[in-house]
């Protein structure tokens, strides 16, 4: 029986790495690539960095293939559809990988940024590809530290405060206003830098920029990595500059941000 090890890997710091993925890293035999193209070539290059850092005497084999384009531009209701069939195209890559690249008997290991649990597909496409019943294999999952927790520890704070709950979202729930009964949100997947919506003075739902305080942080863990924090009033414009400098000079970005709103606001 093929096995499958699903690694989470960290924010990008390569100490990160948990002992228990580096135990999984080391009994494996191909890992599992997809390349992003070239602006994003420093991510592939990230992972093998940390092959290369943990497996230093271990022979191995690295697999790549180009991953799929995803429909960015679909909204509304045409979202959920577009990106069913950018996972359906991966899960396509994946089962063609598995089926003639990974032996009987060998183990394979996808690395997967962050936490495999949190807004990452890996399992979803796993669980479909088993489905298909073309090829047969079994996986493991290690967890690894999330762009979350990095960036809370980077920033000295917690999640949550006493009593008080904590919720990760998205830019495009965040979008649709402020969860209610929750003054900690973590917003992940945010394109638009929708926490300018909180701004001003009387942003949406009468939220009062100067109320909420902003832990932003970009390419959490790697050399890159750029942080802010302060009320959001004030940090925002500087958010924003930050942004688009670092956009323009790597072509991408990643970034989270935990938005704090203090008692007695809204």
């Known amino acids: 029986m093929r096995k499958i090890h699903v690694i989470g890997i960290g924010a990008g710091d390569p100490d990160q790495l948990t002992l228990q993925a580096v135990k999984a890293l080391r009994g494996t035999d191909v890992f599992f690539i997809l390349d992003k193209g070239e602006v994003k070539a420093d991510l592939t290059g990230l992972r093998r960095d940390m092959l290369d850092a943990h497996l230093p005497e271990r022979t191995y084999r690295v697999v ?11 909204g509304g209701a045409a979202y959920s559809p577009a990106v069913g069939d950018w996972r359906s195209a991966r899960a396509d890559i994946y089962e063609r990988l598995i089926a003639e690249e990974l032996g009987e008997g060998e183990v394979g290991a996808f690395l997967v940024w962050g936490d495999p649990s949190l807004y990452d597909s890996t399992l979803g496409i796993l669980e479909e590809v088993l489905a298909r019943g073309v090829v047969a294999f079994e996986y493991d999952v290690v967890p690894g530290i999330s762009s979350v927790s990095a960036l809370v520890a980077r920033h000295r704070t917690g999640l949550n405060r006493v009593a008080r709950p904590v919720q990760i979202t998205t830019g495009r729930r965040l979008a649709e206003g402020f969860p209610e009964g929750v003054d900690d949100v973590v ?13 001003d003075q009387d942003g949406q739902d009468g939220q009062d920029g100067q109320n909420i305080d902003i832990y932003w942080g970009a ?19 500087r958010i924003e500059r930050l942004r688009a400098e670092a956009r323009e000079r790597k072509g991408w ?3 989270t941000y935990l938005l704090r709103r203090n008692p007695g606001d809204g």
């Open 64 to 74: 790549e293939a180009r991953d799929p384009e995803r429909d960015r531009s679909a």
């Open 187 to 199: 917003v992940m997947l945010d394109a638009h830098q929708t926490f300018r919506q909180y701004a």
């Open 219 to 237: 390419y959490i863990g790697t050399p890159d990595e750029i942080l802010v924090s302060g009320p959001l009033a004030e940090a925002a414009p």
């Open 253 to 255: 970005i990643m970034d």
